[in-house]
Each structure stands twice: as structure tokens, then as C-alpha cells.
């Protein structure tokens, strides 16, 4: 490991952070360099690894392990202890350096750091941290910091780089007490979510700390996030739906990221032997949206799910609802209010936003909802207009087998 240059070193550093899903770069503060300010970099602009903003951007991060070596032995993990990888390690330096490169370089935005362990959790979580500490209080960086934290660090690590880093991230890993001691022995669900409180408390302590004083230092300013892997244990889509609504009430996250299973190389035996499928991933995600944008509660969300407690992966999970809530359709877009227009599918919250915008001023016809949304085919057996109503379309048996097939013939 000592031999490897630093070029070598990003090469299997980057790579091993691949598997972290959990990059994004929304919601801190605006923080820049120009004009009379200090330091470099800025949190804002355009741009490897690229993530998007709420509003579009573009984001770019460098995102690397800052050591892909680790004491523990989670079976999924590739970086496990009994993994037969090739190892390599940054010094807190060696990241500080390649992200001002990089930076100067005009490649990147910020930095997303996570690490296996060293030695120590604590050991660890002190060189995660000086990193941190050092880009912005030695080189002034004003730049974007995300840095993945290990729950069995000391709190006061822990404390620590949330004065740093705009986004601290804690993984959950797997979505059930049950599957994390099966295949993750040295984690505790109890350590990782009392990690979590413990962040969410500095969070709001922070929050409150900015509201009484200006110069309060600003403290995880983009929140906190967690990641979930789908696929390694038998947790259903059901299960996974329940355990990342308790997170987001709980612990007041800023986002759970779902990563699907990859079979990985010499692979415990207790593993799938394949992946599932990329579109269950896709699922969830779209799931956990309809939670957080749409005012789905966690039961609707598993109402779309079959008797194995698990998403359809040919209609996405709002239409599932909707064929299983049919009392709840047609909606009439002219009278009906934002709450119940959320639940059509096929109109999205900007849609919706423009159909109430729109029927101010007049009363809307079949077309004009069509040109504000997405699928005209999807939205059809679920709306009344000026000029439509599906009269039985609603009731018929062979709705969801109708709905697709329109979807399929206009690409929809």
C-alpha cells in the first residue's frame, strides 16, 4: 500500500466509493468566494461523480474512500475485512491536496468522503474530520463537504464534523434489525440510530443557535441522509417503505437512498447469488417521493404492494394505488382540491401547481390537461373534464392491463 502514488491511490479509492449511493449536494447554504470573500470554492454553479440539485444543477463531487481497508466484515460489503481486494489508503493531507487539485481544476464542486475502518472507529472518524477541519480553516474552502460518519465513533467526533461538512450521512445499511445482525455482525441497530438522534439533536440545536445569534456558526446546514442496501436480505419492499418512514419522523432526514444488491467478488455464501432487479430500486425511489412530495402515508404506499409485500415493477407505485383506491376516482380537475389532484397518476407537483394556476381563469378540457402533464394515456380513466368523464372506465376489471398498454403505445 505504502508503493501506490496518489494517481494510483484515487484509482481503487474512487472506484471502492462507488457503491455509495448516497451523493447528493442539495440543501446547504449558499456559500461563494467572489467578490470581497475569502478562501476558495462555493457550494453553488456548475461542474468524478455527478448528483442534482432539487432545482436541476448539476453537481460535481469528488467522491472517494479515504481507505478502502476496514476491520469489520459486513458480508455485502467489498471492502469487508475477508475480502480478497487490492488496498489502498490516503493520508488526511493526500485528500485535502487532491480536492483543492481538482477544484482549481474546475472538475468538481465539493468533496463526498467515506472510509472503511482503521484501527478504530475513532481513529478512523479523527482522520475523516481533519480532513474537513482542514479545507476549511487552513485553506479557507467554501466548497460543498459531505462526509459519511461511523455511528460507533465518539459523539464529540461525531459533533465535530458537522461544524465542518454541510451533509452528514449515517448508513442504516439494511432495512431490518434481523438482516443487519445476519449479515453485518459488528454493527448495532441501536449504535447507528443513536448516532442518528444524536446528529439530529445538534441539528436543530444548531438551527435554534442561528436564530438567537448571526454569527453562530452554521452546523450540517444540508442535513442528514442514510442509505439503505436493497436485495442482500429477504426484506420486502413492504418492510423497506415502513423502516424508511420511521427514519424520516424519527431523525428528520434529508433523504434515504436505496442502493440495489450487487454481487460482489468472492461473495459470502449467505448472499443472492444475483442482483435484483435495478427497476425495484427505481420503485422505491419513486415510493419514498410520493411520501415526501405527494402526502402519501406509509400504509397507502403499501397498499400498491402485492401479497409478497413488494412494489410492481411494471407500473410505477402511484398508479398501483390508484388501481387498488378506485372510490378515491375520477377527480374532477375543475373543483377538486391540491391533495386529491396529487393522487392522479400522471399529474406530478408541477403539473398540479399549473392546473390550479391555469383554472382560475377558465375551466380546463381534456387537451388542456394534457398539455400540462406528462401522459394523457395514464391520466384518462382518473379525471373528469369540461369534455371527459370515463363514466365505467374506472370500474372495469382489465383497467390496469387497458393503462398499460396505452402506456407502452405512446411510449408513456
Aim: glycine content about 6%; aromatic content about 8%; hydrophobic content about 40%.
Amino acid at each position: 500500500m505504502a508503493q501506490l502514488d496518489v494517481r494510483q491511490k484515487l484509482e481503487i479509492l474512487a472506484d471502492a466509493a462507488k457503491y455509495d449511493a448516497s451523493c447528493a449536494s442539495s440543501g446547504t447554504s449558499k456559500r461563494d468566494s467572489r467578490g470581497a470573500a475569502k478562501g476558495i470554492g462555493s457550494t453553488e454553479g456548475m461542474g468524478i461523480c455527478h448528483a442534482y440539485a432539487p432545482d436541476g444543477r448539476c453537481i460535481s463531487l469528488l467522491k472517494i474512500l479515504l481507505t478502502n481497508s476496514c476491520i469489520f466484515d459486513c458480508h455485502y460489503c467489498i471492502n469487508r475485512k475477508s475480502s480478497n481486494v487490492r488496498r489502498a489508503r490516503f493520508t488526511a493531507k493526500e485528500v485535502v491536496d487532491l480536492t483543492l487539485a481538482f477544484y482549481r481544476r474546475n472538475y468538481i464542486e465539493g468533496l463526498f468522503l467515506s472510509s472503511g475502518i482503521i484501527r478504530s472507529s475513532d481513529y478512523t472518524m479523527e482522520q475523516l474530520v481533519e480532513v474537513a477541519r482542514s479545507l476549511r480553516e487552513d485553506h479557507q474552502f467554501r466548497g460543498y463537504i459531505h462526509l459519511k460518519t461511523i455511528p460507533d465513533a465518539d459523539p464529540g467526533l461525531i459533533e465535530a464534523a458537522g461544524r465542518h461538512a454541510d451533509r452528514i450521512s449515517i448508513n442504516v445499511e439494511l432495512p431490518t434489525a434481523a438482516g443487519l445482525e445476519r449479515l453485518a455482525p459488528d454493527k448495532s441497530v441501536s449504535r447507528i440510530r443513536g448516532a442518528m438522534a444524536g446528529m439530529k439533536t445538534a441539528i436543530e440545536d444548531g438551527k435554534d443557535a442561528s436564530r438567537r445569534y448571526r454569527s453562530a456558526p452554521k452546523f450540517a446546514p444540508a442535513g442528514q441522509s442514510t442509505q439503505m442496501i436493497v436485495g442482500a436480505d429477504a426484506a420486502n419492499d413492504r418492510d423497506i417503505v415502513h423502516t424508511a418512514s420511521g427514519l424520516y419522523d424519527r431523525f428528520a432526514l434529508r433523504r434515504v437512498y436505496y442502493s440495489a444488491f450487487s454481487p460482489i467478488p468472492d461473495a459470502s455464501a449467505v448472499l443472492p447469488l444475483k442482483r435484483p432487479p435495478l427497476m425495484r430500486e427505481h420503485r422505491l425511489y419513486q415510493s419514498d417521493w410520493l411520501m415526501r412530495f405527494y402526502g402519501y402515508r406509509p400504509a397507502e404506499v403499501a397498499q400498491a404492494t402485492d401479497e409478497q409485500g413488494m412494489l410492481p415493477l411494471d407500473i410505477d407505485p402511484k398508479l398501483a394505488w390508484a388501481l387498488k383506491a378506485r372510490e378515491q376516482f375520477p377527480v374532477d380537475v375543475n373543483t377538486a382540491p391540491r391533495e386529491l389532484l396529487l393522487r392522479v397518476p400522471g399529474l406530478g407537483v408541477k403539473a398540479v401547481d399549473a392546473v390550479i394556476a391555469s383554472r382560475r381563469w377558465r375551466k380546463l378540457s381534456l387537451a388542456d390537461v394534457g398539455r400540462l402533464s406528462r401522459s394523457i394515456a395514464k391520466l384518462r380513466p382518473f379525471i373528469v373534464t369540461t369534455d371527459w368523464r370515463p363514466t365505467a372506465l374506472i370500474d372495469r376489471i382489465d383497467l390496469r392491463t387497458r393503462v398499460t398498454e396505452q402506456l407502452e403505445l405512446f411510449g408513456a
